[in-house]
Structures are given as C-alpha cells and as structure tokens.
C-alpha cells in the first residue's frame, strides 16, 4: 500500500472550472478503491462545497503568517481532503484564479506560492498527523512549485508532476520570485526563470522525478512547437521521465442503461431503443422527426481550439445534403452569432443551444447517431469516449486523447472488431468534409453501423483502469 498525497487546485465536486477538476475528483477515489492510503490538499476557497463534515487538524507558521489546516472527505468516498485555510488569499468569491470581471486575481503567485509551501510541509510530516507520504503528486501550474521546493530536502517523497493542458503556464514577474521568496538555486532559466518571468509549471517539468500527461499522444506533441507552448525543448530533454495515461471517465454518470436524464434507457442488447432518444431530442429542438437521418450533435466550447471555424466553413455544404445537426456550446461571441444565424436560416436541419445544460448534454450523447468533435489539440478529452459508450460515433481529429480512445473505422479495424469511429488527420474544413462524407457512406452500411457501435460500447474507459496504470508509475519511481 502506497502512501499519496495528491495536490490539486480544483476537484469536483468541492470545485470545479474545467477537466482538472474532474481527474482530481475521480483518481485519487479511484486509488482508495484500489486499497492505498490517499489524501489530498486543496485550498478552502470560498465557493468550496463541502457535504462532510469539517474539522480542525493543526495550525503552522509559514512565511511568518500562521495557517490553520482543517480536514473533512470527499463526498461518498474515504478520501482525506486537507483544507489549506488562510482567508486573506482563499476567501474570494466565485472561481479560484479569475474575478467577476473574468480577471486573473492580482495576488495569484502568492496565493498559489503559499498553497506550495503548505503542501511541502505536509508531503514532510510537518503538519503534525504522523503521516508522510511516498508519493507527492502535482496537478498543473498551481502546484508547480512543490516538486522545486521539495528538492532541497532531505529524505523526502517521489514527486509526480501532472500536465492537464500546457497552454496554462502560471507566469509571474520576475518580482514575484523576490515576494515568495524563491530561493537563488532555483532562480535561473535552467531552474524556474522563463524569459525573465517566474513560470511555476517549470517547477514540476525540471524537478518532478516523473512527468504524466493525459494521454500517450498528448505525452508526444508537447515535445514539440506547435504544442509546447516554448517548453517544448525541455520536455524533449526529459522524456525519458515523461508518459502518458489517457483519463477515465465517470461511468456512473455516463451509462445508458441507468442514465436519468434520457428519454429511454438503453444497452448493448436493447440498441434499438437508442432511436427513442433520437426522437426525443428532434422533438425537443422541434426538427423533423425522421429515424433515417443521421443526426449529428456537438457539445462543447465554441473556441478555435474546438474545431468550431472548421465546422462553419462545412455547414453550408453539409445543409445539401440529407442531415440534422444539433449543437450545445458556447463561447466566442461571434462564432455564437453565426451558428445562431443558421439556425434561422435552416431550422428544419440545425438547432443551437447557447449555454451549458447537464440534462440535454445527456440526451445529445444518446440521441445523436454521430458526434462531431475536430479539435485541433486535445490533451485527453471527454465526450468522445462518452460517445463511444452511448454508441454514439465520433468524427476526432487525429490529436492527443481523441488519437488515443478512437479507432478509425477502416476495411482492417472493421475486420479485428477495433473500428469505433471516423478519424481525420489535417485540421482544414476540406479534411473534415471527406470524414464527414465518409461517416454518411457508413451510416446508410446498417450492419457496419451496428458493428462500430458494438466496438465503441465494449470499450473500456473506467478509472480503475487508469488508476491501476498510475499506481504502477508510483511502484516504479
């Protein structure tokens, strides 16, 4: 049994603005499940949502300030969650690193520098709970800084270090490295300096003993410029300290036998009571009701780094032809515009929902026959494997997770029972129309259809399974 302290800034439920904080909810439950001894430390933000109850743990002095840890667990499991309490840094409103106004808070190195310091003196048994781990392991920028500090000690745990998404960084001015007081060994490009700037994600890349991404191929492209954001020359350097493991997903809360929020429920063995849901989501978005009409759905955020402009640029080609597409999103305003322009104009073939809806997300994952998702990067991604799972296909872009978790459907993988959906290669609209043209040949082949649904719904996509693959990375380091 391993010994983990896990370092987050987010996890759902307690918090949550994105994918890192549904990772950070479900692995370390995960682990627990597969007997280790887990906890992890977050701090006590204001718009925390804690269903246990909360107690007092300890107080220590750091950086002359006096911290209070407190302790409580996360919902239905027997995680131990360390709440890091220094309200002048962590009791603000709303989300955890930006403003009403959308605006990084101003103290955020600060902030995110004493969350570091605390959990190195927990990761060293100097919080009093005669508990110390074998493993630290760091999620993201946030908490960069502890596999750098905890460098200089002595007879201290392995350190992993977790990138979600390279295009988050943590860059500070170089002043900040004077107000956390960062020690001068650390202060040099080789260490944590990045073009005269503090970067904290640089912590976890030049000091962790190991480096994950989300997914193998994700591992690969950001040792590369495209995908490197600059750190693309020292990843290569460390890559033999450097892996991916694709995420899981939750299968509680993504499975069409039991799911609450469809139409009608549906497995492997009842398919046919898939076309229900179908039903249910044109009436819903008042588009014909027609069971022979691929009906294409997209759930997502309406940015560049989706696909969206690629999609545009198809749909005016893709109304000639005899489809219904529907779209839950938002995001940039002027791709909201367009989408919503062409709603008007072909509202018998495209519906837009601006916004998000936990409810309808569910019914487009089972009513939809193919799921549109051409992300030019995707560290690891979600709804393509929610997909697969509700035999719904999914058009991917060959990148990162979506290169991992789907098989594109070819004479071969038909053949080996692999074929899980329609994959691409160039992120142009050209490419995406030929995948697009392709899926329709394959949606009017019934019993092909029905064979690539069978291989998307056999997937495995659980967290034990990822789990099980970090607990070996904690053996082997």
């Known amino acids: ?35 280790q001894d887990i906890r992890l430390i977050i701090p006590n933000y204001q718009a925390l949502k804690t269903s246990e109850s909360v107690r007092f743990m300890c107080s220590i002095r750091v950086d002359n300030r006096n911290i209070n840890i407190l302790e409580t667990r996360m919902p239905d499991s027997q995680v131990i969650v360390w709440l890091v309490d220094y309200p002048s840094y962590f009791n603000y409103p709303g989300n955890p690193y930006v403003d009403e106004q959308g605006e990084s808070w101003a103290n955020n190195a600060e902030r995110f520098g004493l969350f570091c310091r605390i959990a190195v003196e927990a990761a060293m048994d100097r919080v009093n709970q005669d508990w110390k781990p074998d493993v630290v392991h760091c999620n993201d920028w946030q908490s960069g800084l502890v596999p750098a500090l905890l460098s200089f000690e002595n007879d201290r745990p392995s350190t992993i270090f977790t990138i ?10 170089a002043s900040a490295a004077a107000t956390l007081n960062i020690p001068g060994q650390l202060w040099h490009p080789a260490g944590l300096e990045f073009h005269g700037m503090l970067s904290f994600i640089k912590g976890g890349l030049v000091y962790a003993d190991y480096i994950t991404t989300v997914s193998p191929t994700y591992a690969l492209e950001i040792q590369t410029a495209e995908f490197g954001y600059g750190l693309e020359g020292l990843l290569e350097h460390r890559k033999e300290f450097l892996g991916g493991i694709i995420n899981g997903i939750d299968l509680d809360q993504w ?21 229900l849901n179908k039903v249910a989501l044109q009436t819903k978005f008042s588009l014909p009701v027609k069971g022979d009409i691929p009906l294409f759905g997209l759930i997502g955020r309406l940015v560049a780094q989706k696909g969206i402009d690629m999609i545009l640029e198809c749909l005016p080609e893709m109304m000639t032809m005899d489809i219904q597409f529907v779209l839950l999103g938002s995001g940039d305003k002027e791709f909201e515009k367009q989408l919503k322009d ?54 991917v872009r060959k990148t990162g997770g979506l290169a991992d978790t789907v098989m594109d459907s070819l004479p071969t993988t038909l053949a ?22 392709r899926t329709l040949i394959l949606y009017s082949m019934p019993d092909t259809w029905k064979k690539m649904q069978t291989n998307a719904m056999n997937k495995n996509f659980s967290w034990q399974r990822s789990a099980q693959e970090y607990l070996e990375l904690y053996e082997k380091i």
Request: hydrophobic letters at 40%.
């Open 1 to 35: 049994m391993k010994k983990i302290l896990f370092v987050t800034s987010e996890a759902h439920p307690l918090i949550k603005t994105g994918g890192l904080a549904d990772v950070c909810g479900s692995l370390p439950k995960a682990l627990a499940e597969l007997s």
């Open 416 to 437: 080996d029972k692999t074929a899980s959906g329609i994959v691409f290669s160039e992120a142009s609209a050209s490419a995406l129309l030929e995948a697009i043209k």
């Open 342 to 395: 062409l709603a008007l104009l072909y509202p018998d073939k495209i519906a837009v929902q601006i916004g998000y809806d936990e409810a309808l997300a569910h019914l487009i994952e089972a009513g939809a026959d193919v799921f549109l998702m051409p992300s030019r990067f995707e560290p690891c991604g979600l709804n393509q494997m929610y997909s697969q799972r509700y035999g719904t296909i999914p058009i």
């Open 255 to 275: 499975d069409a036998e039991k799911d609450p929020y469809i139409a009608q429920t549906y497995s492997l063995s009842t398919l046919d009571k898939k076309q």
């Open 164 to 173: 979600h998404n390279m295009a988050y960084q943590g860059l500070f001015p």
